[in-house]
């Protein structure tokens, strides 16, 4: 009877099934930047770096390469991203630290200060907005919040101050990062939840003893000890932002231009926008000409270097921690 | 610097010089400890540090200490003794307020630190004066000295720099006994040392701010013989400067390192005097067989 039991796979046999996927993945990621860099390596060749400069409306730009046709000359070729990367570094970034700000206060609370019966409410809804789908806040942020800051921030006097460089309608910086903040932050806060209820209850016990008070040995101790997960959450949630098209192309404005920190931050957070992801959605329609699809795939090995970057670096982060007996 | 046996069951009589049980000579040369500590015993206890009265702690319904009043005395060390589950951890954790991050602990009884009401303290200013060694190894995910100054650097109003940390963080490894094997890897990981250094550790890390009063909860207990050793030496030297109420299930070392030992059993304080009383002379029966090893 018990030859005819299953044999558990061995060790090595699971290792080398485990490692054959780990590669076929692997290889599957470096033939998609193969592939990705190829096709944008036209747009490159005619602007070189350059391309990530500021210089003209972008805007104008793509619409000389759609109406280009199939055989586009060389100067059609011509574009300076800059207002596009500046509209997702922006985003992403302001986002992200406001993300991480509230979502480590309000893991604090949850975990620490939360009476038992709230807590009960607040961690199963955290879990349920984070599944929400980005579109959702997109709708909510264009027929809520846009008419809003159009109706009720921006003035007549600040439309007028910028009239001739861009148009102020309500979508805008401050709308998207809004938005976009309030999509990262239930994953961040679930994240860090977890964490801080993962580290060990006798070093915040142990803190607690030496006379400082709940706020700071949460601080001091279980923050630090949570550093790697709180880490990885900020390189999710930057991931997302990064990525998230049609929401912010519903209320960024969706205007090819860089906003102006020197307009005053005011202005600044008035002014309209568009993010890359929410560019490639856009210019997907144009794609048989083949400048347009070049800058479509220029624009995505940008974002895929980014994301490559931002693992990188969050793994990089985490190294010293090792070191002290910070799990990860 | 280890002594290589465990140091000597002391007997000590009340009111006669202290003895060393006959057959084991002292470790010689070095820290004399056992010898040099068992001076400091009986007789020379200081004024009352922390007085119980009446001390309940209930967890809900279940009653885990029951109308204990006892009294700490500085230089003196109290062991407190019973079966596990008779509510020694609850009333030590009780000493510096802590069973009140415990939800549904209450308490009835008063407790007085240098006669003035815990309850009347400031929690956080309570904890810097009573200070607690738990029964596991909790060093700080951090290097040894950000172990040691964490609370020196909590408690100073202006970060002190290293330089003014340093000769405190010294002081401390000294006193706990750890300083000749770290001095060299104070920027070290603390989790990296071994279980009876990382107690030693937690022991330098409580008494670097001087508090008055130092809780140890079975701290020897996750410990292998020789570090227990150690750290009983330790507690003989740290005696002089503070009061130390020690938790333990282990009643050889509640002989060796007590002056005045605290049997419970079931919540109740069923003894309280000095250790050579609850050993050679105990009361009631309950003491006597738990002593004997009848139960336990
Ligand atoms: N956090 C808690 N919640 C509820 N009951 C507890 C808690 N901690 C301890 N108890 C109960 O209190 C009694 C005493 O426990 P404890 O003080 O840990 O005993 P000891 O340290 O002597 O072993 C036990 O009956 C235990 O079940
Ligand atoms: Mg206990």
Not at chain 2, 115 to 125: H, N, Q
Request: net charge positive.
């Amino acid at each position: 009877m018990l030859h005819r039991l299953r044999q558990p796979w061995s060790d090595r046999r699971a290792e080398l099934t485990l490692g054959a996927l780990a590669c076929a993945v692997l290889l599957v990621i470096v033939l998609m930047v193969v592939f990705v860099a190829n096709e944008a390596w036209p747009t490159f060749q005619h602007n070189g770096l350059r391309w990530l400069f500021p210089g003209g409306n972008v805007d104008t730009q793509i619409n000389t390469m759609v109406n280009a046709g199939a055989k586009p000359p060389a100067a059609d070729y011509h574009l300076r991203a800059w207002p596009l990367v500046w509209g997702t570094i922006l985003t992403t970034g302001l986002a992200v630290v406001f993300g991480l700000i509230f979502a480590l206060l309000a893991s604090i609370f949850i975990v620490e200060f939360a009476p038992d019966r709230l807590r009960a409410i607040i961690v199963p809804v955290v879990r349920l907005l984070a599944a929400v789908p980005s579109v959702i806040y997109g709708l909510l942020g264009i027929l809520v919040l846009v008419p809003f800051v159009g109706n009720h921030i921006i003035s007549a006097h600040d439309k007028k101050s910028v009239e001739f460089i861009v148009q102020l309608s309500g979508a805008s910086l401050l709308v998207a990062v809004v938005i976009l903040t309030v999509m990262i932050v239930p994953i961040m806060i679930a994240i860090c939840v977890d964490a801080l209820y993962a580290v060990p209850r006798g070093w915040k016990e142990g803190a607690v003893a030496l006379g400082v008070n709940r706020w700071r040995a949460m601080w001091t101790v279980s923050i630090r000890a949570a550093r790697p997960a709180i880490i990885a959450a900020a390189v999710l949630a930057c991931a997302r932002a990064l990525g998230e098209a049609i929401m912010l192309s519903m209320v960024s404005g969706s205007v090819g231009f860089a906003p102006n920190p020197f307009d005053g931050p005011r202005l600044f957070l008035l002014e309209p926008l568009r993010p890359l992801a929410s560019t490639i959605v856009e210019d997907s329609e144009s794609l048989q000409a083949p400048a347009v699809r070049s800058t479509v795939y220029a624009f995505a090995l940008l974002l895929l270097f980014s994301s490559l970057l931002l693992s990188l670096a969050g793994y990089l982060a985490k190294q010293p921690m090792k070191k002290y007996g910070v799990r990860s | 610097m280890i002594t290589e046996q465990p140091p000597p069951i002391r007997k000590i009589l009340v009111d006669a010089p202290p003895t060393v049980a006959p057959g084991i000579a002292p470790p010689a040369g070095g820290h004399a400890a056992t010898s040099g500590a068992a001076h400091h015993r009986r007789g020379e206890a200081g004024p009352e540090r922390m007085t119980l009265q009446g001390l309940s702690v209930f967890y809900g319904e279940n009653e885990a200490v029951k109308q204990v009043s006892l009294s700490i005395r500085l230089g003196e060390v109290l062991a407190l003794i019973g079966p596990s589950g008779c509510g020694k951890t609850t009333l030590l954790r009780t000493l510096n307020r802590l069973t009140e991050l415990t939800a549904g602990a209450q308490r009835g009884g008063t407790i007085l630190l240098d006669g003035t009401d815990v309850d009347a303290l400031e929690v956080t200013a309570l904890r810097r004066r009573v200070a607690m060694v738990f029964q596991q190894p909790n060093p700080f995910p951090m290097s040894i000295f950000d172990n040691v100054a964490y609370a020196l650097r909590e408690q100073s109003r202006k970060r002190p720099g290293r330089s003014v940390l340093a000769p405190l963080v010294e002081d401390a490894l000294r006193r706990a006994g750890l300083w000749d094997e770290v001095k060299d890897k104070l920027d070290a990981p603390a989790l990296r040392l071994s279980g009876g250094q990382q107690q030693r550790l937690c022991i330098a890390r409580a008494i670097a701010t001087r508090p008055e009063v130092l809780l140890m909860d079975e701290p020897c207990s996750a410990l292998d013989p020789r570090s227990t050793a150690v750290i009983e030496q330790l507690i003989g030297e740290l005696r002089s400067d503070l009061a130390i109420v020690i938790v333990t299930h282990n009643m050889q070392q509640a002989r060796r390192v007590g002056d005045k030992v605290a049997f419970m059993y079931l919540g109740d304080l069923v003894e309280y005097g000095p250790a050579e009383q609850i050993f050679d002379a105990p009361q009631a029966q309950r003491t006597r067989d738990y002593v004997r090893g009848v139960f336990g």
